[in-house]
């Protein structure tokens, strides 16, 4: 047993400064979700909660000693009744919230977002959904911000045990704990170097925060050894004040100055920042210095005491009163959402917290009752209300950027005509007969004004137009399109079923199954999709929409070689590329400080050049290539102010076009499917629901009606490079 006693468990609670601490931590979190421009690294304050609650729950454990399992059941059962209630009411209001005034998508999510909130686990469902913090100001959970909690109550469940563990083996000795801890610390702050690992995966992960709480943790068991008469002398004093100093003009700076899209957050510079706030921690627990006159404000330390409910009620609070996607708050609003925030938490503390945590007139029981039960009960309300709420139409669409999306178990060995029902389809559904070699089929689609049900119960047959000449032409002479946008076209069939390969991005993925039911009813092919989630074509730097930046996903940029490794593979008659997007959001290019977008002569000639290298890596599979032109899209259909995302300007999607036609103009095995005459001919508009839900995709109710009019252009491109 080492012979060197601790100071008293709570002491370093009971520090003003660290009060003050909390208090300015959870002042730069509602700073940045408020997007003041001041403080787009506010995120960062996340860190410091970290590092402090590692210290301040090691201190605690080393108490404990080598503490038997009653005395560790009272360590969790004072950890939960601190946190657990007003977690529970935090969910309450985000409910509140969602069904009251939350978009959509917000609604459809939050069977999945509450649940896991409410078992703390959010951190790791985010993960799973591919819900990106960088994109955290668009349509956002809002329980989003309940990702740290769960960090932090992972640890709380694991993280005793550890120690517990290592103090009996050692015979209460903090040298081996704090070996223990050492390690996995190292091993925490190593993952993002040993593994390719998303900037959301690090962001979010318990193993890759946990260094964070761990560095706090190493500083308790450091001040622990001490004998309790030890104290610094007074140039050791000033040294600690001036390293803490200067390491909270650092963490100020980094406030200031980082973005979410700033490289060392996520390539392992976290736990160096950590580093930061030991320093800051130390200093305040040794004053008197510069940081704790200033972390010793009243005000501050007042607003610490309450710092948990704020940081649970605000998010929820400020998406309610939110002025709009990309629009600054106006003070008097951003001052309601605080005022409802602080007077939320005040009372929470008052009525809910501190009853709790002191026992005030409860018993050591109730706790583990009602607690579990209040828990289960909101998250049967939650799973109930959801029931009825319509599911995504394509889960795969909403997966995280980089994301791999395809099947090509469809198409069978290469080279060889994929399989395809033996009896067609009746040729009073189609419109035309069954296929044969020779003979020519067209789609239908719906008539001006009929509601879409269910795919294809608004189909009826058309007339048809063979025009071939268009403002929408490729450049080679060989106009593609025909002059009524709606009608689709009569083609010939090809001698077998065709081979046919989606590329692109989530719009390739959406018109997939359509494509393939169409080729399939009518024999012309069959049809699969290779496509990553979010990636366009142009390669290298980083997106930017109105508050944050976001590094593109390394898998983004592996198109060239993924791209001819499956074509020769897989072989395919025709190749559909289906890809925009992405490439109309504003653009940091790699090593240009500026932001640029479509019409922009720098940005252009960046994507003309990407375009070409698609095109000439395409082609040189020897497969027709079919390029789907880009709509308008209005991308945060569900919010109050989709206007303000750059993508739906509808010059851009002009100038990806035009773009894409030039290039095209230069292939002659390429041409352009103008998609967007279709959606602009039709009744109920560009945006029509019953098609683009979202504004962007094809929905799966509609995507029968888009594809009877597609798959005859896709197949007349076919037959228009190869004259068969």
């Not at 996607?325 to 917290?353: D, K, M």
């Not at 070409?612 to 395409?618: G, H, I, K, M, T």
């Amino acid at each position: 047993m080492s012979r060197a006693r601790s100071a008293p468990t709570g002491a370093a609670a009971r520090v003003g400064a660290l009060d003050g601490l909390r208090g300015l931590a959870v002042a730069a979190v509602l700073g940045f979700h408020a997007r003041l421009d001041l403080l787009p690294g506010g995120f960062l304050a996340v860190s410091v909660f970290f590092t402090l609650s590692g210290f301040l729950i090691t201190r605690l454990l080393i108490g404990l000693g080598t503490a038997s399992g009653p005395e560790l059941v009272t360590f969790w059962s004072r950890r939960f009744r601190r946190i657990l209630p007003a977690c529970l009411a935090a969910v309450v209001l985000a409910a509140a919230f969602v069904f009251a005034a939350g978009a959509h998508s917000q609604q459809a999510a939050f069977r999945g977002d509450g649940v896991a909130a409410l078992a703390f686990v959010a951190n790791w469902r985010f993960v799973v959904a591919g819900q990106s913090y960088a994109s955290l100001f668009a349509s956002p959970s809002p329980v989003q911000h309940l990702w740290s909690l769960a960090v932090e109550e992972q640890f709380y469940l694991v993280f005793p045990l550890v120690a517990i563990i290592a103090l009996r083996v050692g015979r209460g000795s903090r040298r081996i704990l704090g070996v223990v801890v050492g390690a996995l610390f190292l091993a925490s702050a190593a993952i993002p170097h040993l593994w390719a690992l998303s900037d959301d995966r690090v962001y979010y992960g318990t193993d890759t925060r946990a260094a964070e709480i761990l560095a706090g943790a190493l500083l308790a068991i450091a001040l622990a050894s001490r004998p309790v008469t030890f104290q610094p002398s007074p140039s050791a004093r000033r040294c600690i004040g001036g390293a803490g100093t200067l390491a909270m003009v650092l963490v100020a700076r980094a406030c200031v100055t980082t973005q979410q899209s700033t490289r060392w957050v996520y390539a392992g510079g976290l736990p160096l920042f950590a580093g930061l706030s030991v320093l800051v921690i130390l200093a305040a627990l040794h004053g008197p210095n510069p940081v704790t006159s200033v972390l010793g404000w009243r005000p501050l330390r007042w607003l610490g005491a309450i710092s948990l409910g704020v940081y649970l009620y605000h998010w929820p609070i400020f998406l309610w009163l939110d002025p709009g996607v990309g629009q600054a708050w106006p003070w008097a609003r951003l001052a309601l959402a605080v005022s409802l925030t602080v007077g939320a938490a005040v009372l929470s503390y008052r009525l809910l917290e501190q009853p709790w945590r002191l026992r005030r007139g409860i018993g050591t029981r109730p706790l583990w009752v009602a607690a579990p039960v209040a828990a289960t009960a909101i998250a049967v309300v939650i799973v109930a209300i959801t029931a009825n709420l319509p599911a995504a139409p394509n889960p795969s669409l909403d997966a995280a950027p980089g994301s791999l999306v395809s099947d090509l178990s469809a198409l069978g060995p290469a080279g060889a005509s994929p399989a395809l029902p033996s009896s067609g389809t009746p040729s009073s559904e189609l419109g035309s007969p069954a296929r044969a070699p020779g003979r020519s089929v067209s789609g239908a689609v719906a008539p001006a004004g009929a509601p879409i049900s269910d795919g294809d119960a608004a189909r009826t047959s058309t007339s048809t137009s063979n025009s071939n000449s268009n403002g929408n032409g490729n450049g080679n002479g060989n106009g593609n399109g025909n002059e009524n946008g709606l009608v689709p076209r009569t083609v010939a069939m090809a001698d077998h079923p065709l081979r046919v390969l989606l590329l692109g991005d989530s719009t390739a993925v959406a018109f997939t199954a359509g494509l393939d039911r169409w080729g399939q009813r009518t024999g012309a092919w069959r049809a699969a999709s290779y496509a990553r989630i979010g990636c366009g074509i142009g390669r290298g730097g980083s997106r930017a929409r109105y508050t944050w930046e976001q590094d593109l996903p390394a898998e983004c940029d592996s198109w060239p070689t993924d791209w001819a490794a499956q074509l020769a593979t897989v072989r395919p008659d025709i190749v559909v590329l289906s890809s925009g997007f992405w490439d109309a959001d504003d653009r940091r290019l790699p090593g240009d400080p500026q932001r640029r977008a479509p019409g922009d002569p720098t940005y252009d000639a960046y994507l003309a050049g990407a375009y070409e290298q698609a095109a000439q890596v395409l082609t040189a599979s020897g497969a027709v290539v079919a390029w789907i032109d880009n709509p308008p899209v209005r991308f945060g259909f569900d919010t109050p102010h989709p206007e303000q995302y750059g993508v739906n300007d509808p010059a851009r999607m002009m100038r990806l076009n035009q773009l894409a036609q030039d290039v095209i103009a230069r292939h002659p095995t390429m041409r352009l499917v103008p998609y967007s005459t279709f959606l602009a001919a039709w009744p109920g508009g560009e945006f029509d629901p019953a098609l683009r839900p979202d504004g962007v995709h094809v929905a799966e109710t509609g995507s029968d009606v888009v594809t009877d009019w597609l798959g005859p252009e896709i197949l007349h491109a076919y037959h228009d490079v190869t004259g068969r």
